[in-house]
């Protein structure tokens, strides 16, 4: 048989998934696919069903629909304090994947270096590969994920082109501060370097801490490429549409690649979410609200059984240690993959394994999330429970 690609043996399917299957496949209850389990907001499907009418049921413009480009520029200049041109700065895609992708098409040459923070969201190194780039790990140390900058500097000095964050980051649940987000942002200035941004996560920042957004400091702007998408803010993750920000020149080139990626978003889907864009601050705060409950729900459930966690500053992950589980005989030599594997036959909750966010060799850790009714969760630590009957607890 012919050989394949070289670059597709250089990384995995995503584990996410994966689990998901496994999940689905024994019938555990899954917190490892990060979806909500409730509907979006009533005004968003009563307009979804008004369009399956009255469409559009066509190609919208490829780089995405004026409504919603315009809804777009609307919010995000808010948050940035500029104006943001919605048809020279905006581009709608298919989902935050895609977003990302994009973004990394554009601004990478083959053999080109991009900074990525460890852990890391998995879809990140393979776009970094697909792209031709080579990706420079710079680790966030848990158990407070804090980050050395000087680490990031020789990352720009070895001739990163580029630095990508997630903010909040997933799966760590860091929210990156706003002297964080200055201190690489002056780097980016020095190196004449993009700062790539995944902020599926803003409205989910747990107080004391706020979203900062990076475009948003003195001078970033033009050096910054914001991804995000609406599948997290509105409980749609399987609309697929995310989108990019930017200034005009990379979005120009940008509107190019993501045409000969997937050509457009869903029509029909892009119209009914311009109604949701358009909802009142209001609808955000209770949205925070809403997952500030989830988060201390979750996380006292887990205090109560005795599982090891951190308290996630934003997103709805939370990671669990499973190191006093490893060490039991019945565990001996397994990997966090294989104790996941076990928790989804024998405990009927699916997790992902911390493995695959880290570039270093993290073994101990596992994600769930909390996007969860309140009756399944309690279901879950149900089930958790069991874990400390092989402690002795």
């Not at 990525?116 to 697909?130: C, H, M, Q």
């Not at 903010?167 to 190196?191: V, W």
């Not at 957004?213 to 749609?236: E, N, Q, R, V, W």
């Not at 036959?345 to 969860?372: D, Q, T, Y």
């Amino acid at each position: 048989m012919r050989e394949l690609s070289k670059r597709v043996g250089t990384f995995t399917d995503s584990v996410i998934r994966r689990m998901t299957r496994i999940s689905d496949a024994y019938g555990a209850i899954n917190l490892s696919q990060g979806f909500p389990d409730f509907d979006p907001p009533r005004e968003l499907m009563d307009a979804l069903a008004r369009i399956a009418y009255d469409g559009p049921h066509q190609y919208a413009i490829t780089y995405g629909a004026r409504g919603l480009r315009e809804a777009l520029a609307d919010k995000h200049g808010k948050a940035v304090g500029r104006t943001v041109d919605p048809e020279n700065e905006v581009v709608v895609t298919c989902g935050g994947t895609e977003a990302m992708m994009c973004a990394m098409m554009t601004i990478c040459n083959p053999g080109d270096k991009v900074i990525v923070f460890s852990p890391f969201y998995e879809n990140y190194g393979a776009d970094a590969i697909l792209s031709g780039a080579e990706p420079i790990y710079v680790p966030l140390t848990p158990p407070t994920y804090d980050f050395d900058l000087s680490l990031i500097e020789k990352g720009f000095q070895d001739g990163a082109k580029a630095i990508i964050i997630c903010n909040p980051s997933n799966p760590c649940g860091k929210a990156f501060s706003r002297e964080e987000l200055s201190a690489i942002g002056e780097l980016c200035l020095k190196y004449d370097a993009f700062a790539v941004t995944d902020e599926v996560y803003e409205h989910m920042v747990y107080a004391p801490y706020v979203h900062t957004h990076m475009a948003g400091l003195p001078g970033l702007y033009d050096h910054t490429i914001t991804c995000s998408s609406l599948s997290k803010t509105f409980s749609i993750t399987g609309w697929r549409l995310g989108y990019l920000i930017g200034p005009e020149y990379v979005i120009e080139a940008a509107k190019k690649v993501h045409d000969f990626l997937t050509v457009g978003a869903p029509a029909p889907l892009q119209e009914a979410a311009t109604v949701a864009l358009r909802f009142p601050d209001r609808y955000y705060e209770d949205l925070n609200a809403l997952y500030t409950r989830k988060r201390d729900y979750f996380c006292a459930g887990l205090d109560r059984i005795g599982l090891k966690h951190n308290v996630p500053q934003g997103t709805y992950f939370v990671m669990i240690d499973i190191t006093e589980f490893l060490a039991l005989p019945q565990f001996s030599g397994w990997t966090d993959l294989q104790f996941c594997e076990w928790l989804i036959r024998e405990i009927g909750v699916a997790a992902v394994p911390g493995s695959s966010f880290f570039r270093e060799p993290v073994n101990h850790l596992i994600r769930m999330h909390f996007a969860r009714q309140e009756s399944v969760l309690d279901e879950v630590i149900r089930r958790l429970s069991r874990l400390a009957e092989l402690t002795g607890k």
